[in-house]
């Protein structure tokens, strides 16, 4: 079921990858690279990381346990993830937080 799901939201993406590079063709200044986090590499770091994670410890027979173990490191990555993207968007995020408040 998982992998399914997975499957689909990777051809979702696929798809709407290279829609976009094909809407965008003639464009001059536009990047996929411009469209990601800075610390894209961390996010995809943390989630092979995760999957790993979830792979070796999580033990569906002993739950409770061992997915204590499996949340731990999701939500180390998770935080080193959230540190890195903040500090090289930081900028960027509060423009964002300040568009919204005086969005009234």
Not at 84 to 98: A, C, L, N, S, T
């Amino acid at each position: 079921m998982f992998l399914t799901a997975a499957k689909d939201m990777l051809l979702r993406i696929i798809y709407s990858a290279v829609f976009i590079k094909s809407y965008f063709q003639d464009a001059q200044s536009f990047s996929f690279r411009q469209c990601l986090p800075s610390g894209w590499v961390v996010l995809l770091v943390s989630g092979v990381a995760t999957f790993f994670s979830e792979r070796i410890f999580l033990d569906r027979m002993n739950f409770w346990p061992t997915m204590f173990i499996h949340f731990s490191v999701g939500l180390v990555f998770f935080s080193i993830s959230t540190v890195v993207i903040y500090k090289q968007e930081g900028p960027f995020i509060k423009k964002i937080i300040r568009f919204r408040d005086h969005g009234d």
